[in-house]
């Protein structure tokens, strides 16, 4: 069995792990910004930084792989003096502004600057105004609030493959950064997936629809199946008043870990139209009229009679949305095959 010292104790760990998973599964907390592990995105914020014996630097414990007799200390006055320089020089650049910042109460970065004690920028690098980009009905960005973690850039290039923030933010190491690099999008190739939203760990990149609506602290979070396409991938609806203020991603629910498509993560409003149908529609004489449930279904039940006596089960055919859940889909396939009598069953599931 593999072990390392881990803050004066000796702790089992599988080969391949790095220092910050061998620290996770022992309980020990060291903070991450970057670190985005859907993209294994790491390494850049170096906020993580612990002392190992022997390395004539801090390592980032995310990008640094355990190793058999390794001694590690995540929380001495070298590595607390660490982060709080690289969070003061964070903090320092840009505008990072809480009061009307639409992620207070959902930011890392102010987390950790709350954790970490710091109460005002020592030093402010001179303000740089940064791109603010409106241009789309989702998404707003302003990169005053970016920290240049990356983790926007290996969402959309690393997990959904759209290519659509361009590199070389994750190559830093192989390209200096150019002067004045912001993670902008490229609006040809983005498909407005929402995943760099979802990534952002601050307030740089955040849900048009949901500005203003609430705050963190306001909202419930409730978990729900995806209505549109048959995948199923989970949700949280953030609801405040009864209303949905935005939708995310379950990071840790399968089958989608996460990530959304446009209209998982934006296509709510439905919900709350006026054109919605509330009652059945009978069509009589080439026009609509509304009529209850009971008439609709003895309706429905009478012409099913009909049609299977005249001409046999067969002629009927049943399409089972692909908005239903799977329970709903189970009952009506049961119902046409056991109840009428027919096979002809299916689900819209092509989209
Ligand atoms: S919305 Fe999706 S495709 Fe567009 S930039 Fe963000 S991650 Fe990339
Ligand atoms: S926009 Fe957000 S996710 Fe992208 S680099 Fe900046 S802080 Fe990181």
């Keep these: 069995m593999n072990t390392l010292n881990l803050n004066g104790n000796s702790v089992p760990f599988e080969l391949g792990q790095t220092i910050l998973e061998v620290a996770r599964v022992h309980g020990v907390k060291i903070?991450?910004?970057?670190?985005?592990?859907?993209?294994?995105h790491k390494g850049v914020c170096r906020i993580c930084a612990v002392e190992v014996d022997g390395a004539d630097r801090l390592l980032p414990a995310c990008a640094t792989p355990a190793a058999a007799g390794m001694v590690v200390v995540t929380d001495s006055e070298r590595v607390m003096l660490a982060r709080k320089l690289i969070l003061e020089l964070l903090v320092a650049d840009g505008d990072h502004n809480?009061?009307?910042?639409?992620s207070n109460g959902d930011c890392r970065l102010q987390d950790l600057i709350y954790e970490h004690g710091i109460k005002q920028a020592p030093v402010k690098l001179p303000y740089q105004q940064r791109p603010i980009d409106d241009a789309t009905p989702m998404i707003f960005r302003d990169f005053n609030k970016c920290v240049l973690c990356g983790r926007c850039v290996a969402a959309?290039?690393?997990?959904?493959?759209?290519?659509?923030?361009?590199?070389?933010?994750?190559?830093?190491?192989?390209?200096?950064?150019?002067?004045?690099?912001?993670?902008?999008?490229?609006?040809?190739?983005?498909?407005?997936c929402g995943e760099c939203v979802q990534a952002c760990p601050v307030g740089a990149i955040v849900?048009?629809?949901a500005m203003g609506l609430a705050r963190p602290w306001e909202t419930e979070k409730i978990r729900t199946?995806?209505?549109y396409c048959g995948v199923g991938c989970q949700l949280w609806l953030h609801v405040k008043d009864e209303r949905i203020v935005k939708v995310t991603g379950v990071e840790d629910g399968s089958p989608n870990k996460g990530r959304l498509c446009v209209k998982g993560r934006f296509g709510y409003d439905f919900i709350y139209s006026e054109e919605r149908l509330k009652t059945p529609l009978i069509r009589e004489n080439g026009s609509f009229r509304e009529a209850s449930w009971d008439e609709a279904l003895d309706l429905i039940a009478d012409r099913f009679k009909d049609i299977i006596a005249k001409h046999g089960p067969d002629a009927i055919g049943g399409v089972s949305s692909s908005r239903s859940i799977n329970e709903d889909s189970y009952q009506m396939q049961k119902f046409f095959r056991a109840v009428l009598g027919t096979n002809n069953i299916d689900n819209c599931a092509r989209t």
């Design 31 to 40: 903070p991450t910004l970057c670190h985005f592990q859907a993209a294994d």
């Design 98 to 102: 809480c009061l009307y910042c639409e």
């Design 156 to 192: 959309c290039n690393d997990v959904q493959c759209n290519d659509a923030i361009p590199y070389p933010y994750g190559r830093r190491e192989e390209k200096p950064l150019p002067t004045g690099w912001v993670p902008l999008a490229d609006y040809d190739r983005c498909v407005h």
């Design 207 to 209: 849900e048009k629809k």
């Design 225 to 227: 199946t995806c209505p």
